[in-house]
């Protein structure tokens, strides 16, 4: 059985991927942790202007270090490729491999806001205007997330430290050498989207696993059990690239 830790994505929270996707790995034996970042979710009441990506970062680290996690699989979702990635930089002895979903992957340098082009300063006028000038506002959910996901989650959502989204990630290892998979959920896409143009890098790349779905954004809504599969069989595999299913 294998140990996965996964990362959950902007103004989100481990409270998305409780709902199905932990318990369906859980119920197949494995190890799941989904941490809560700093600010958000259950740890709301924490949420500052100085929380950053580099906070969200040390969130996971600790999980692994103070459960003594070791071999695992680190999976995060857009946002949470982030955090990931610089998991990946700070400990990767405690990994297995990683697994990007619909997710951001930056290089040494970058913030979420330079893999979004044009929306940087879009995003620091929402947090001027709707967030006391350092939150930014949950954006609107995905088409394909069913009605009752949306009135369920929209509560739950909280605005996230602009900070987490405009701070660039430093690297001291530069890039992993772990093994990686990108999957990409291509439903709903607009022309330009940023996942769009990274996953078509990721086919390109021998040294990824790629997959992609036909479900929007939030695979762990519309897609749990396809997300579920994805990971336990990456979990299963060696460093060798994999063709999509």
């Known amino acids: 059985m294998a140990t996965f830790v996964i990362v959950h994505g902007a103004w989100g929270g481990s409270w998305a991927w409780n709902r199905d996707v932990v318990p369906r790995l859980r119920a197949l034996g494995h190890e799941v942790y989904a941490p809560q970042l700093t600010g958000l979710g259950e740890r709301s009441h924490l949420a500052s202007p100085d929380i950053s990506l580099e906070t969200h970062i040390t969130d996971v680290v600790n999980v692994l270090y103070y459960n003594d996690l070791t071999d695992v699989v680190l999976a995060g979702h857009s946002y949470g490729g982030m955090v990931i990635t610089g998991v990946a ?17 930056p290089a040494d340098g970058q913030s979420i806001a330079d893999l979004t082009p044009g929306r940087r300063q879009e995003l620091i006028d929402r947090a001027q205007r709707e967030g006391d000038g350092w939150r930014i506002p949950p954006g609107p959910m995905q088409n ?16 996230q430290p602009i900070k987490t989204f405009t701070d660039p990630i430093r690297l001291q290892r530069g890039e992993t050498t772990l093994p990686r998979a990108f999957v990409y959920c291509a439903g709903g896409k607009e022309p330009g989207n940023p996942f769009t143009a990274r996953a078509r890098q990721v086919q390109a790349d021998p040294r990824w696993s790629y997959y992609e779905l036909p ?3 939030n695979l762990h809504y519309s897609a749990p059990e396809e997300t579920v599969r994805i990971l336990v069989e990456q979990a299963s595999r060696s460093g060798t690239r994999t063709p999509s299913p």
Do not use: N, T
């Open 215 to 217: 479900s929007g954004h």
């Open 144 to 159: 394909d997330d069913p009605a009752e996901i949306k009135e369920w989650a929209a509560p739950r959502r909280h605005g």
């Open 89 to 105: 930089d700070r400990v990767p002895e405690r990994l297995r491999r990683l697994v990007y979903m619909d997710a951001a992957v």
